[in-house]
């Protein structure tokens, strides 16, 4: 991988000058914000993302509130597990960020000493992205949005290189879809249990929201949906 970064003239890199010379040409304000978003921005907001997944399904109710709820629980949980994985890759792989082998970048955040195949924030969010959308397809499409900024924004930074990205895309989708079968077999007994329990049951299921077996359409894990539009996946 190292000698991808060696060549001036392949894909990766000539895509990783075209991207970040877009930093150079931006108002210093316009890569604050961009260096903002990359860093952190983009990862609150799919913390914010995960807890509004969880209030819409608890809300509905129904057979399935509580996969639903479990399915909502793995998409940050495929995240840390995939970030995880990743650990060893990058030993391995021991790609060092493009700033190291290539001059002329506008490097927008300093002191990243580590390497850079995957990257890390692209693991991250597709892996959460994707959990979202075993949940919820429409929270899920929000997320693979955000997940796609945040992969340009790490190029934007010059931090990582294109194909640093799209690794981290591919680990966190792999991740997120292999191992959750399993994790739903975990979870969903629990988020059951939860949800039987007069004190904490609304953490599954809002007061008010259908019961089980009241005719109302499960949310997700069976082929039933409320709303076509709203139809979410199996987990």
């Known amino acids: 991988m190292a000698g991808l970064a060696e060549s001036g003239s392949n894909p990766d890199v000539d895509l990783l000058y075209d991207i970040n010379r877009l930093a150079q040409e931006a108002p210093r304000w316009f890569d604050r914000g961009v260096e903002f978003v990359g860093e952190y921005g983009l990862l609150i907001a799919m913390g914010l993302l995960v807890a509004g997944c969880w209030w819409a399904v608890r809300r509905r109710g129904g057979e399935e509130a509580a996969s639903s709820v479990a399915a909502v629980i793995w998409a940050p949980l495929a995240a840390g597990i995939a970030v995880l994985v990743n650990v060893p890759i990058r030993d391995f792989v021991a790609r060092p960020r493009p700033f190291v082998d290539h001059q ?32 919820h397809r429409r929270f899920g499409l929000a997320g693979i949005g955000l997940a796609l900024i ?30 959750s079968p399993l994790a739903m077999l975990l979870l969903t007994p629990l988020t059951k249990a939860v949800e039987g329990s007069a004190r904490v049951g609304g953490l599954i299921r809002a007061r008010g929201a259908a019961l089980p077996g009241s005719g109302e359409e499960a949310v997700l894990t069976g082929a039933r949906v409320e709303r076509p539009e709203d139809r979410d996946l199996a987990a």
């Open 104 to 135: 002329g970048l506008d490097v927008l955040v300093s002191g990243k000493t580590d390497y850079s195949f995957v990257s890390d924030h692209a693991t991250l969010t597709m892996a959460v992205a994707v959990g979202l959308f075993i949940a």
């Open 150 to 179: 945040e992969g340009f924004c790490r190029v934007y930074m010059g931090v990582h290189y294109p194909t640093d990205v799209i690794g981290g895309f591919a680990l966190g989708t792999a991740v997120a879809l292999l191992l």
